[in-house]
Nanobody, 117 residues
Framework: QVQVVESGGGLVQPGGSLRLSCLVS????????VAWYRQAPGKERELVAG???????KYADSVQGRFTISRDNAASALHLQMNSLKPDDTAVYYC???????????WGHGTQVTVSS
């Protein structure tokens, strides 16, 4: 059974930074495409950043240049470094893992990020 657990959320002032982490257990992490999504109140869940097994990355236009996605295969971990945070970045952030070439995706329960002064 694949388990996905996020951590690292919290309250931060505008302009500040946070680093989210996600641990994926129960399978071979190296085989998974991974991504961060977020969902703000009253809005649909959206892709923030994705990182495929071949190293290709994809970012939402709204976070390009501010957020960096990375993975540590040895630790089965995914990270999201978020800099220059804005109030519009406030949302619940979810980690997603999907075995490359497969449709089955696994989600964590999310971690709250609040950007406010």
């Amino acid at each position: 059974q694949v388990q996905v657990v996020e951590s690292g959320g919290g309250l931060v002032q505008p302009g500040g930074s946070l680093r989210l982490s996600c641990l994926v257990s129960g399978s071979i992490f190296n085989f998974y495409d991974v991504a961060w999504y977020r969902q703000a109140p009253g809005k649909e869940r959206e892709l923030v950043a994705g990182l495929a097994t071949d190293g290709k990355t994809k970012y939402a236009d709204s976070v390009q240049g501010r957020f960096t996605i990375s993975r540590d295969n040895a630790a089965s971990a995914l990270h999201l470094q978020m800099n220059s945070l804005k109030p519009d970045d406030t949302a619940v952030y979810y980690c997603n893992a999907r075995m490359s070439g497969h449709s089955q995706a696994y989600w964590g329960h999310g971690t709250q990020v609040t950007v406010s002064s």
